[in-house]
């Protein structure tokens, strides 16, 4: 089947692109045996003196021991598992920029090659406060996340560099073609069914991956998952991430980008857990369908209204604990439902399977309890039902946007960040929502249903 | 190479051989008598601070790994104390139980007014209001501004890596599969075992740095058993656990001898202060060198 995704002229330059990558990393590979025996010549003289130290010591060196011996390391090597070790950060100079990718809200991203290897990466730079907290605890957590999250389907940390300036922080991770939010918004069509089910089947993977290590995303939307040319998909962003704290611990609810957010946190639930992340995997699930995002909510209040418009409202019956949430308390609901009560995702997504439009729905239950966890997910029926996930191979090439110049800075909704005084200064929400510290733009009204 | 989820990234051999303060001059056993006595001063901070034991054993951890190897952080130029205050800073940041710079430096400048170094343990238990210890405004943001030195410091010199698995949760989980629960005294080899792990973090071997959490358990275990007197299965259990005999017999022999270190410590400083500030140390290594000439 010819693509649909892009007309012959794009082909062609598609075409020419790559015949140049192939002769850059055929010139790239020279250089990385090149660099390779250089190192090889360089560790093994560097094996027969004492070891120096990197910074100028202030002590003489003569007083080094002599290299440890040979039987000596052989023998230790027996008593090694796998596992890595630790060295100083490199220094941002063994990398050379490409082109910027993207400007987040946290930090930036660009796509770079290593001047050594010539390996082409993604460079995240973490920005820095250190004034307040010192390193920043987001930052942190996210390298300490993806250092342990080692899944196919999670987008790999390879190192952190260190620049010049003490509060210059890089992350190096492998360069992935595009993300599913900018790939939509320049695909003429949305992603065939068999194709929706081939990514979401890779994203329940790694999101149940995490959740059995005890780790929350807490920011899945389209714009942090990955997708490489070859079909392949991967989840990014860790910066919003955390384990799963222990019982009790009160967590922030200023999690999740609005439009992906489960009800549960608009309305200002303490104890959430994995179930967040498999509503924005619902979310993310009618986006792929639709070629846009399914719940675009202007405000928290907005985003409820449309939540409760599609799934249905709330009752004692369906969400017995709906009433206790903080913020529940303040909404005016109608409690008569009847036929409203029970949603329109049948309606909205006419094109689905009944197993489908089941998971679906499932995912978007309101009560936290009645979603399917994500191991669930992976063995639901949808997948085994036709169509069939399309085989990654045969998956469509797209041209790259971050493989080539300066994106566009996107239009919808950041992640939430405390404090941050940027943009629309807080609205009037106070009676309802009267713990957020920003992003609210529409006006002070309260949610009507009637 | 992936590394396994819980598997801790080891210190290697060329970095076991040598480290930045021998590289600077200073003398291998004063570089283990300030190590060890930094490996305290974190524990004690930590129970100061009210952190479970998990959170404190990975702060230790860090704070050793920063010292290994010729990249290593060297005494010359950092403290035991700062070094300590900041690995204890940014592990708690990362656990559920975040410190504010404030009551770590409190907590920092309430032990370093104790009298000598090898104080008894009972006097820090009474110390309740140790996190609210008065510290002048001058002092506490020069001590501020050098925790978040010293913090980026740590985490550049471990190339980030401050992730710790630890040997507790298995060391139950190894009990359990041994079907030790089952003995009348079963509590006290699950607390003796626990005992062996909590000195390991202070061995001047280094076990935490150069053994898996499988391995580290299970001799805690083999250890432990012996000394309540459980017998285990005759077979070679400790191979189910991914631990070979000559391993075992390392950790058990590196484990028993932390209590001579301990002693060998005291008597070494008795009422004295260990240098913990890069100026104590230049003192101490000043007053040695008059000594000996
Ligand atoms: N490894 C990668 N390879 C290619 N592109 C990437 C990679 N990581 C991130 N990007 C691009 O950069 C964008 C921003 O990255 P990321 O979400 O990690 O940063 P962020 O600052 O947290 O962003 P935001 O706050 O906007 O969510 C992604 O949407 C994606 O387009
Ligand atoms: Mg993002």
Known sequence: MASRWADTEADAAEALRKKKEKEEKKRLKLRKQQAEEAAAQAALEAEARPSKRRRLSSGDDEAAEAAPSKEKEAERNLLRFEAGGWAPCRHTSNFETLNHIEEGSYGWVSRARELSTGEVVALKKVKMDLKQDGFPTTALREIALLQRARHPNIVSLHEVLSGSSPDEVVLVMEFVEHDLKTLQEDMPEPFLASEVKTLLKQLVGAVSFLHSNAILHRDLKTSNILLSNRGHLKIADFGMARYIPPPNAPLTQLVVTLWYRAPELLLGAEDYGAEIDMWSFGCIFGELLSKSPILQGKNEVDELSLIFALCGLPSEKSWPGFYRLPNARSLKIPRDTGARAAGQIRAKFPFLTNAGAELLSSLLSLNPEHRPTAEEVVNHSYFKEAPKPKPMEMFPTFPSKAGQEKRRRRASPNAPKRGDGHGVQNVDFSSIFASRDDEETGGGFQLKMV | ?293
């Not at chain 2, 301990?262 to 913990?276: D, F, G, H, L, T």
């Open chain 2, 1 to 293: 190479m992936q590394p396994s989820p819980l598997a801790n990234p080891l210190a290697t051999v060329a970095q076991l051989e040598e480290s930045g303060s021998r590289l600077d001059g200073i003398p291998a056993d004063l570089e283990n008598s300030i190590r060890f006595a930094g490996a305290r001063l974190t524990q004690a901070a930590g129970i100061l601070l009210r952190l479970p034991q998990e959170v404190i054993a990975q702060a230790i951890v860090v704070f050793m790994r920063f010292w290994v190897g010729p990249e290593g952080g060297s005494l010359a130029e950092f403290g035991a104390r700062q070094v300590s205050a900041a690995s204890m800073y940014l592990t708690t940041k990362l656990s559920a139980y975040p410190k504010s710079p404030r009551s770590i430096v409190n907590v920092y400048t309430y032990l370093d007014s104790l009298p000598s170094t090898y104080t008894e343990p009972e006097s820090l238990q009474d110390t309740s209001k140790a996190d609210a210890y008065y510290v002048s405004e001058g002092t506490y943001q020069a001590r501020r501004m050098e925790l978040f030195e010293t913090e980026q410091r740590v985490l550049k010199t471990l190339g980030f890596q401050v992730q710790v698995v630890l040997p507790y949760t298995l060391c139950i989980t190894y009990l359990q599969a041994l079907d030790a629960f089952s003995h009348p005294r079963a509590t006290e080899l699950a607390k003796r075992a626990f005992a062996h792990l909590n000195t390991a973090l202070l061995s001047p071997q280094l076990l935490y740095l150069t053994h898996q959490p499988p391995s580290l358990a299970t001799a805690a275990i083999y250890l432990a058993a012996k000394e309540v007197g459980i017998k285990l299965p005759a077979v070679e259990w400790w191979e189910v656990f991914d631990t070979d005999r000559e391993e075992l017999g390392f950790l058990v022999v590196g484990m028993l001898s932390v209590e001579n270190f301990v002693e060998e410590e005291r008597a070494r400083w008795q009422k004295n202060k260990v240098p913990m500030t890069v100026e104590e140390l230049e003192a101490a290594m000043q007053t040695s060198s008059n000594g000996t000439e």
